[in-house]
């Protein structure tokens, strides 16, 4: 049995290389570039705190997975394409502001948006899905490939943004968006 101190001892973000929380498993509470030497394919996550971005190959690279505090006992539930983990970041939870603005047009041209709140579907609101540049103000947030949420995401910190490839986009399409907060 372990105890609470036990417990606040122990990483903060846990990799296993089988689903279910089985196989071998590396305990991480720090940024790691590569992770390879430490396990060779991740099924199952288990996140304790603060937000953690993961991604597919090493030097945060590849395909980003967003994760909040909580159990992932397979990669389909953090939305992974396959069970190739490379690398990741930690970010602490944000409390206060979000504000970010999103443009149509690279370098921030045309029609701009400021929004301090999730949008579930950029077409509903707009009616257009192509996000060509963005300003993140204050607070962390996560764009989604696909409406409500899903596909593939893309970890945004305060900052400007001119392009979608300046966050990693291989198109401007961004389908969702939300604000990365304690829950």
Known sequence: MRLQSDLDRLGEIIFYEDRNFQGRHYECSTDCADLSSYFSRCNSIRVENDWWVVYERPNYMGYQYVLSRGE????????????????????????????????????????????????????????????HSCHVMDGYWTFYEQPNYRGRQYFMRPGEYRRFSDWGGNSSTVGSFRRMRDF
Not at 109 to 118: I, K, N, V
Request: some cysteine.
């Open 72 to 131: 992932y006992p397979d990669y389909q539930r953090w939305m992974g394409f396959n069970d190739s983990i490379g690398s990741c970041r930690t970010y602490p939870y944000v409390r206060g502001s979000y504000r970010m603005r999103i443009y149509e047009r690279p370098d921030f041209g045309g029609q701009m948006m400021e929004f301090m709140d999730d949008c579930p579907s950029v077409y509903d609101r707009f009616r257009y899905r192509d996000i």
